[in-house]
């Protein structure tokens, strides 16, 4: 396979992007990223000219694929057309997020900003300006975007930030605790409980592998804050809109969060971010409320049409149906291959998520989750599934990444950039995606 072209963009990008990139996980792919010239469906064709079938999708935000079904085109480009965007509202918000109040249990009221981090960012001012409190649990491996509150590694006892830069101050405030552990954040309630003004979580540990949930561990922290007065925020930047289908991850574990983050989908493939809730705890922003809060292009137009026309997309569309089936295929198929050539490894995922997580331990699939672990008890596999993001982090990182990543890429088959960021199923990809992909990991495991 002829590189050559990503290879020179790379050298030139040296001189005058910091690493080469704009967000350090692109940077990850060994010897240097694969440039895109363009997408078509479920596959991307690179600046050599070769065509690969990409499970990164966007990391996330597009649930349809490269090529916009006409609806969404047509109200992407008429936005664009009519001028960029004004700093006026327009309608298109409005019934963006009426969308969102009517599917997702938690949400009354919307208010957008521009990334996943601001969303969080946003968040978490709201849980303390609404407490009164400064303190925020969040989970070890957890991820919330490049924002100070959570850029925090350590745990109850002993913690500092996770990047320089960042005062310490800030891990004095962010208590990490390991996820699916009932146990650890319990005892941090019991010893500040009337600090904590909320705990941030994903439904699942989407950034650190996929880490699902164990049975009760969301009910656990859903008793947690409500005892001691604390919000709970659920970050379903990757799971809105994906996971649950369109009553996002909060419908399909039966958990009502008091604030949620979305972010990725519901921008179909612009930028954005949005934290939804309660009225009454919403309107504590400004200009209702005292808890600061405002962007410049937050709402924007466009990727307001785009969001809107995505989600009404596939409300009317078989969309989930689709991408849970070929999600599920995936999945299954996986599971044979590593059966046979990997037995320690786990393959992970749910809805259209994917991954097969290198891990260490257990020879036998016999008695494995057959749809991605679900942390199932009975399962023979159970002590062996990564139940946190240190877990995930004990595999067989460097395999992934250096060995197994790159026989992929050039088997046609583009994975997300290390061993930790999802793979996400779209809209545009067929069953023969699938079946090229389990055949593709079936000769590089
Ligand atoms: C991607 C992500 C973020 C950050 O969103 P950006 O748009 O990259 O700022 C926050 N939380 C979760 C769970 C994410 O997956």
Known sequence: MNRETSRDIYDRALDVLVGGVNSSVRAAPQPYPTYVRRGDGGHVVDADGNRYVDWVMGLGPLLLGHDLPESVEA???????????????????????????????????VRYVNSGTEATTSAVRLARGHTGRDKIVVMQSGYHGAQESTLVEGDAAERGPSSAGVPAAFAEHTIPVPFNDEDAVTEVFEEHGEDVACVLVEPILANKGIVAPVDGYHETLRDLTREHGA?????????????????????????????????????????????????????????????????????????????????????????????????????????????????????????????????????????????????????????????????????????????????????????????????????????????RTIEAYREAL
């Open 75 to 109: 109200g992407v480009q008429q936005r664009a057309s009519e001028g960029p965007m004004y700093g006026l509202p327009t309608e298109l918000e409005v019934e963006h997020a009426e969308f969102l109040a009517r599917h997702v249990p938690s949400v009354e009221m």
């Open 231 to 435: 919000l709970l925020v659920w970050d379903e930047v990757i799971t809105g809109f994906r996971v649950g289908g369109l009553g996002c991850a909060q419908s399909k574990y039966g958990v009502t969060p008091d604030l949620t983050t979305f972010g990725k989908v519901i921008g179909g493939g612009f930028p954005v971010g949005a934290v939804g809730g309660r009225t009454d705890l919403m309107e504590q922003f400004t200009p209702v409320g005292d808890v600061f809060q405002a962007g410049t292009f937050s709402g924007h137009p466009v990727t307001m049409a785009a969001g809107l026309e995505t989600l009404e997309f596939a409300a009317e569309n078989d969309v989930y149906e689709h991408v849970n089936a070929l999600g599920r295929k995936l999945r299954e198929g996986l599971r044979d291959v590593v059966a046979e050539q990997a037995p320690a490894y786990t393959v992970v995922g749910t809805d259209s998520l994917f991954k097969v997580l290198f891990t260490r331990g257990g020879d036998s699939q016999s008695g494995a989750c057959d749809d991605g672990c679900r942390q199932e008890p009975s399962c023979d596999r159970f002590e062996y599934c990564p139940k946190t993001g240190a877990d995930v982090a004990r595999g067989a990182v460097e395999r992934w990444n250096r060995v197994f990543r790159p026989q992929m890429r050039d088997r046609g088959v583009l994975l997300s950039q290390n061993q930790y960021e999802s793979q996400f199923v779209a809209y545009a990809h067929t069953a023969e995606d699938v079946e």
